[in-house]
């Protein structure tokens, strides 16, 4: 997300931008990392420009990584003045999106494309037809959602004649409404009813692969101050601690270890270029959470008691 420089933090040298990609880039697959997750808003398309021009330049080769990006998502003021914030699923964006995408990310397919956010207005039989031309022109290989919900996913799946193959969405320690949703109880939240319920167990039996992004619940579990007042960060952020201090790895590997020990085998999406920062989360690869553990965790950052 930040491989175009992260402006919040005044970042618009071109040549320590694409410094901080490249060392990000070499220790990630150093480390055996070789999924990359981009989105053709990032950094107004720049994420993608400096991905491509450090892949070129470090003679990557294409068929050792995997490349996936997201479209959908249109900013107020684009392309007219008075346009408004928006979600388009229309065929004509799909199609420009993903050849702008093509273009930044200097290569000539996408392993695989999501749906950023649910377009209110989308028509499942015209994005099929966008996918269908896509898939059989091998600019993109397979096709996933972010942030939908499993009636939503429904609507789509009937109208492809291929699966999706991810719905990446919001899930770490401090967002646990996916899994609280299977927690029967009638003071849980979200609420009994709310349509994301049921949202792994869907994935799970429809062969979905769950994509987290903000997996390290934006590092204030891992040493990041709080942006916030939230009571439930200080005292599972001890409980990460105390568990990366048993297990001898760095909190982070905690952070994540917590949701690859989920059975729904989900696949968190970091989104650091800080390279001790990324070995740091890759730790959590030798780091198996016992049930107990995961539970105290859950509970912590839950921040409340289980029914």
């Given at each position: 997300?930040?491989?175009?420089?992260?402006r919040?933090?005044?970042e618009?040298?071109?040549?320590?931008?694409?410094?901080?990609?490249?060392?990000a880039?070499e220790?990630?697959?150093?480390?055996g990392?070789n999924f990359f997750?981009?989105?053709?808003?990032?950094?107004g398309g720049?994420s993608?420009?400096?991905?491509?021009k450090l892949?070129?330049e470090?003679?990557?080769q294409r068929?050792?990584?995997?490349?996936?990006?997201k479209?959908?998502?249109?900013?107020a003021g684009?392309p007219?003045?008075?346009?408004?914030?928006?979600?388009?699923?229309?065929e004509?964006h799909i199609l420009?999106?993903v050849e702008?995408?093509?273009?930044?990310?200097?290569?000539?397919?996408?392993?695989i494309?999501?749906?950023?956010?649910p377009?209110?207005?989308?028509?499942?039989?015209?994005?099929?037809?966008?996918?269908?031309?896509?898939?059989s022109s091998?600019?993109v290989?397979?096709f996933?959602?972010s942030?939908?919900t499993?009636?939503?996913m429904?609507?789509?799946?009937d109208?492809?004649?291929?699966?999706?193959?991810?719905n990446?969405v919001e899930i770490?320690?401090?967002?646990?409404?996916?899994?609280?949703?299977?927690?029967?109880s009638?003071?849980?939240?979200?609420?009994p009813?709310?349509?994301?319920d049921?949202s792994?167990?869907?994935?799970?039996?429809?062969r979905?692969i769950?994509q987290?992004?903000?997996?390290?619940?934006?590092g204030?579990?891992?040493?990041?101050?709080?942006?916030?007042d939230?009571?439930?960060?200080?005292?599972?952020?001890?409980?990460?601690?105390?568990?990366?201090?048993?297990?001898?790895v760095?909190?982070?590997a905690i952070v994540?270890?917590?949701?690859?020990?989920?059975?729904?085998?989900?696949?968190?999406?970091?989104?650091?270029?800080?390279?001790?920062?990324?070995?740091?989360?890759?730790?959590a690869?030798?780091?198996?959470l016992?049930?107990e553990?995961?539970?105290?965790?859950?509970?912590?950052?839950?921040?409340a008691?289980?029914?």
């Amino acid at each position: 997300m930040h491989f175009g420089g992260n402006r919040n933090l005044g970042e618009t040298d071109n040549g320590e931008i694409l410094r901080k990609g490249r060392t990000a880039l070499e220790t990630a697959l150093q480390l055996g990392i070789n999924f990359f997750d981009h989105a053709d808003i990032y950094g107004g398309g720049e994420s993608e420009s400096v991905f491509g021009k450090l892949i070129e330049e470090m003679r990557v080769q294409r068929d050792s990584i995997l490349i996936q990006t997201k479209c959908g998502i249109r900013f107020a003021g684009e392309p007219h003045n008075d346009d408004p914030h928006r979600y388009d699923f229309s065929e004509e964006h799909i199609l420009r999106s993903v050849e702008n995408s093509l273009r930044r990310l200097r290569t000539d397919r996408i392993d695989i494309l999501l749906l950023h956010r649910p377009d209110a207005l989308m028509e499942p039989e015209e994005i099929a037809a966008a996918f269908t031309k896509l898939r059989s022109s091998g600019k993109v290989r397979a096709f996933g959602v972010s942030n939908h919900t499993p009636a939503q996913m429904d609507l789509l799946r009937d109208a492809l004649p291929f699966p999706l193959v991810a719905n990446q969405v919001e899930i770490n320690l401090l967002k646990t409404s996916l899994i609280d949703a299977g927690i029967v109880s009638a003071g849980r939240e979200p609420a009994p009813g709310h349509p994301a319920d049921g949202s792994l167990e869907y994935h799970r039996r429809h062969r979905i692969i769950t994509q987290a992004w903000a997996p390290l619940a934006y590092g204030y579990l891992s040493g990041r101050k709080p942006g916030t007042d939230d009571p439930r960060i200080k005292p599972a952020a001890a409980l990460v601690q105390e568990l990366a201090d048993a297990h001898g790895v760095p909190p982070e590997a905690i952070v994540i270890a917590w949701l690859l020990r989920h059975p729904a085998k989900i696949h968190p999406i970091i989104g650091t270029r800080d390279p001790d920062r990324i070995r740091a989360c890759a730790r959590a690869t030798d780091v198996r959470l016992n049930r107990e553990q995961w539970y105290r965790l859950y509970i912590a950052g839950r921040g409340a008691p289980l029914p």
